[in-house]
């Protein structure tokens, strides 16, 4: 019983607590891992640390001050001594052993005193970071130029700044049994929905993981479960903190995890998906412009090939107006084939221009371009109609920032050629309802239809989701001089 108990509390015998803590923390083989037995006040104490968290200078005034203390300074406890000689503004004590390896992994700094039943637990951490640059994937025309980086300190702080309002709420959790990864809940108390709130905050803290290692995404698939054959996505996320900041002021939960440069939306509806922030950095006339055209872009690359298809197969349904859609020269290869190798080939190129270096990319775009492009058709592999719509789908994939929701059009753009080629007319219309289907059934994490506003039916968020209106309350009171 005392065995156990001592594992679990500090006992006061510094000794004893530092056989116990060297042993679990393995410092004799972790080099990171820094002890340092030290005097002061006329009493034996330990200080652990990780190499690389703790940011030295700060360490070395801390210890520079604790040395200097005489024995009649002394507290009597660490509550004392954490109050009176302790001048930094993030201090705690804990007695807890696994708590306080916890804290020191996580790059604390842990003082044990001899005599002292609890440890000082100073937060002086400091993790390697890249700077808040814009983020690549989510850049504007206008507006911020900062973005999200890897520390969540940094994120929360980024949103802090925006948001300077009490009822901003910052909740800090952790899930994995190994990671331990830390995870804050960012929502607006005023705002937010509170039974869903409560529903996203007991299921992580009641995830059973050993470690989220793909971070976010590990998170997304312990939190959403079902319809996992479903593509379209359940979350939205994002790098830029103006766009966060926005959506928790709408009432959503914003998801931060650390080590991932990104933040998760939620719930997340397909109106919700389809927005960008340029919609809202430009006048309410361009931003409903852009909002429109990329919404009528994506509906573009799923039907453009199947309809393509469609109607190269019936011939006599094409307008004499429009008979030059037609191909010119019969294929060497089945349209259906080219289009489903050319669908797998630019994936293909999309993982190889990932991987290749930076001095070889521009040599290596141009090879492609001579060789999947001129070469292929002269070759007789694919025909030039085939290569140009194929090419329209692949650029304007990039009109939408939401990675799944581009695979998405692409699973049912694909399904709805094959259902095409093997049904013809009524494979097309199938196609159309399989991609209905998928939307409709599609529920987000709230358990709210995919496609609110529109179904359930509101017509004042759904005319706010489809036109770019002026901000809300956006007058400026012009001032008086008092003269009448």
């Known amino acids: 019983m005392d065995k156990q108990e001592s594992k679990s509390e500090l006992t006061g015998c510094l000794a004893q607590d530092m056989r116990y803590l060297n042993q679990v923390l393995a410092v004799e083989q972790n080099f990171d891992v820094i002890y340092r037995v030290i005097s002061f006040g006329g009493r034996e104490a330990c200080m652990y640390l990780v190499d690389g ?41 804990e007695g807890r052993c696994q708590v306080l390896i916890d804290s020191l992994l996580s790059g604390m700094f842990v003082l044990l ?20 640059e814009e983020p690549e994937k989510d850049k504007v ?36 049994k190994s990671s331990k990864t830390d995870i804050v809940i960012c929502y607006m108390a005023d705002r937010v929905d509170r039974q869903f709130l409560e529903a996203i905050r007991r299921k992580i803290q009641n995830i059973q993981v050993d470690a ?50 990104s933040a998760m939306i939620l719930p997340t509806t397909i109106f919700d998906v389809v927005e960008e922030a340029d919609d809202y950095y430009f006048p309410p006339i361009t931003g409903t412009y ?33 008979s030059f859609i037609l191909l010119k ?24 221009a990932v991987n290749t270096p930076n001095m070889l990319s521009t040599p290596l775009s141009v090879m492609a371009a001579l060789v999947l492009g001129e070469f292929s058709v002269n070759s007789g592999w694919f025909s030039p109609e085939v290569m140009l719509y194929m090419a329209f789908v692949a650029i304007a994939n990039y009109t939408q920032a939401n990675y799944e929701m581009g695979y998405a059009l692409k699973f049912l753009r694909m399904i709805s050629l094959l259902l095409t080629q093997w049904f013809g007319l009524a494979g097309y219309i199938g196609g159309l309802g399989v991609a209905l289907l998928a939307i409709g059934c599609n529920r987000t994490v709230s358990n709210r239809s995919y496609l ?8 004042k968020n759904l005319k706010n989701r489809l036109v770019r209106r002026r901000l809300p309350g956006a007058l400026v009171q012009e001032g008086h001089s008092g003269k009448e």
């Open 141 to 176: 025309l206008r507006g911020s130029k900062d973005g999200f980086v890897e520390t969540v300190v940094f994120n929360t702080a980024l949103i802090r700044r925006r948001i300077r309002s009490t009822d901003l709420h910052m909740e800090m959790l952790s899930a994995g």
């Open 452 to 459: 609110y506003p529109l179904v359930p039916f509101d017509w």
């Open 53 to 93: 968290f703790c940011k030295d200078d700060l360490v070395q005034k801390l210890l520079q001050y604790f040395m200097d203390l005489s024995p009649e300074e002394m507290p009597k406890d660490m509550h004392g001594l954490s109050k009176k000689c302790t001048p930094y503004v993030e201090v705690d004590i």
């Open 113 to 132: 005193v001899d005599g002292y039943e609890k440890a000082l637990l100073i937060d002086s951490r400091t993790y390697p970071s890249r700077g808040v």
């Open 329 to 352: 020269e019969d294929p060497n290869v089945p349209l259906i084939w080219q289009f489903l190798i050319l669908e797998l080939a630019i994936d293909g190129l999309k993982l190889a």
């Open 290 to 322: 852009l909002r429109v055209t990329r919404f009528l872009i994506s509906l573009l690359t799923y039907l453009l090939t199947p309809t393509f298809l469609l109607l190269v197969n019936h011939e006599a349904w094409i307008p004499d107006s429009f």
């Open 212 to 261: 989220l290692s793909m971070n976010q995404e590990s998170l997304a698939e312990c939190l959403y479960q079902r319809r996992w054959y479903n593509p379209f996505p359940k979350f939205m996320y994002t790098e830029r903190p103006d766009a966060a900041a926005a959506q928790v002021l709408e009432g959503n939960i914003v998801i931060l995890v650390d080590n991932s440069p």
